[in-house]
């Protein structure tokens, strides 16, 4: 089968690291190859010298058996590469003709011709089956329809290779079959797609080969049929890696945390979350299950003291801690693995040792007279204990957290939460931008401490890691909670219809 793109001995350095070391990279024309590898291997630096926004020290590019020179994003376009970004790049304010044209030359300058754009976007969109609706704001697509879009914008500029980058992110389950869907129509279009994706079971669902890279260095390239989501992850990680399910907890009985009737919001007077009520026992994890965008932020700062609801309360051991603080929801035993690390977990101008103690600063060993005098030695050997226990890779407990891993940062949140007995975790996204090796540390910890009798609300838009860890899921959608189910519920078919909105009486099956 013919190569419509050969990378060959490409590197790739910066000051301090080679991002690519010699790697060989071909797709075939109608193919769907998978990039895979944990973060830092180099996935994101192989592409952007696709997509013209690196420039390669070293080796050679070839499209569609001409040797090529990509100096921009602009030439990228030009010989037929279209990236399609993790994040979306449209503007809701404006119709979908607006976005698929903007930034493109008028036949007719400077007048838009949007009826002829309209036009040639009907004849594609028919072509792909891609279903695009011109006229439409994007604001009023659902998210679904947003990616499609994005993958559209690509092909009306000409693009015969796509570049996907975690494209069912932010996808419900049937929103993700209808993008596969609407890939394998595009292969046999003669589109060729890179497909890049943390998710092994998509990996094996819609790859044809799967190149692996690790540490900067190609692997292997192996054809689906003779992989397993187990090799997979060995080749990424250089180890084995444990992918199974773990023993869900059935019929926990005491309360910890409750939430009744709780009503948010926002500063714009539009309603977050919509009635709330749910309670979370000694020894489980609840998940809560949903598209992003749906209250969940708003939940987990509520049930961390960051938020007051207008309505509504929220127990603790059957105490009211409606309206305390986040010191007091702390100092009853509350733990949180926030959503953004760096936004609301980590200070990363200050070292490994500083951020152990962030929130004990105040407490002996740490400090006397309620933090007017820190102890050094105590801090430092705390976090020497901690750097050991969670093998966290780094220089030294002096080392600045900035300059730290993702996976590595998320460690540091997880032994300062975790190193004590405590009554609650609250994790939200708590794999989010962390590779397979460290998700799979993160998972144990939580489990670890479910096993310890914590009451762990687990939140996350990874339905995968919702599946994997939790014992019961409630499913929210625009604020309200479509349901709870135990684990002996658990469908894929029937989680999918409640975040997408749907509503589901307990015990019924879904086809």
Not at 66 to 88: D, W
Not at 322 to 339: D, L, Q, R, Y
Not at 350 to 372: A, H
Request: aromatic share 6%.
């Amino acid at each position: 089968m013919e190569n419509v793109l050969e990378m060959k001995g490409i590197v790739k350095s910066f000051p301090g690291l080679i991002a690519n070391d010699h790697i060989d990279f071909s797709l075939r024309k109608g193919e769907i190859h998978t990039l895979l590898g944990e973060n830092g291997a180099g996935k994101s630096t192989l592409m952007s010298i696709l997509a013209g926004l690196y420039q390669a020290n070293e080796g050679t590019i070839s499209l569609f058996g001409k040797r090529a020179e990509i100096t921009s994003p602009n030439k990228a376009i030009e010989l037929g590469i279209g990236m399609v970004y993790q994040h979306f790049m449209l503007i809701p304010a404006i119709t979908v003709v607006e976005n698929i044209v903007l930034g493109l030359k008028s036949p007719k300058e400077p007048w838009l011709q949007k009826n002829a754009a309209i036009n040639e976007i009907n004849k594609l969109s028919n072509k792909y089956n891609f279903n695009i609706k011109p006229k439409k704001l994007v604001s009023d697509l659902s998210i679904g329809e947003q990616q499609r879009l994005e993958i559209f914008k690509a092909l009306y500029r000409g693009a015969k290779i796509l570049v996907l980058d975690e494209p069912t992110a932010v996808l419900t389950p049937d929103e993700s079959k209808n993008i596969f869907k609407l890939i394998r129509n595009l292969t046999k279009e003669g589109i060729s797609v890179i497909f890049i994706s943390h998710k092994l079971n998509e990996v094996m669902e819609i790859s044809d080969r799967v190149t692996i890279l690790r540490r900067g260095k190609k692997i292997s390239t192996v054809n689906i049929k003779d992989a397993t989501a187990e090799s997979l992850a060995e080749m990424m990680v250089g180890k084995k890696v444990d992918l199974a399910a773990f023993e869900k907890v059935d019929n926990a009985k005491d309360e910890v945390l409750s939430l009744n009737g709780i009503t948010y919001y926002n500063k714009y007077k539009r309603k977050i979350l919509d009635n709330i009520s749910f309670s979370v026992f000694k020894g489980e994890i609840l998940g809560i299950a949903g598209v992003d965008g749906n209250g969940q932020s708003e939940l987990a700062k509520i049930v961390t003291g960051i938020l007051t609801p207008q309505s509504g309360t929220i127990n603790i051991s059957n105490k009211n801690y409606t309206g305390k603080s986040a010191k007091e929801f702390i100092e009853n035993g509350v733990a949180h693995i926030p959503e953004d690390r760096n936004l609301m977990g980590l200070v990363g101008d200050l070292s490994l040792t500083d951020n152990f103690v962030l929130k004990n600063i105040d407490k002996i060993p740490f400090s006397i007279y309620r933090g007017w005098k820190l102890m050094p030695k105590n801090m430092d050997k705390h976090a020497a204990e901690l750097v050991e226990k969670y093998d966290i890779r780094c220089s030294g407990k002096d080392c600045l957290v900035k300059d730290l891993s993702g996976g590595n940062q998320q460690k540091v949140i997880i032994a300062r939460e975790l190193f004590e007995n405590i009554n609650i975790l609250i994790a939200v996204h708590p794999s989010r931008g962390v590779d397979i090796g460290a998700t799979n540390f993160v998972h144990h910890q939580i489990i670890n401490a479910r096993d310890n009798g914590a009451a762990i609300l687990l939140i996350s838009s990874d339905l995968d890691e919702i599946l994997r860890l939790s014992d019961r899921i409630a499913c929210i959608y625009e604020g309200k909670i479509m349901g709870i189910l135990k684990s002996s519920e658990f469908e894929l078919d029937k989680i999918g219809m409640m975040i997408a909105g749907s509503k589901i009486k307990e015990g019924e099956k879904t086809d």
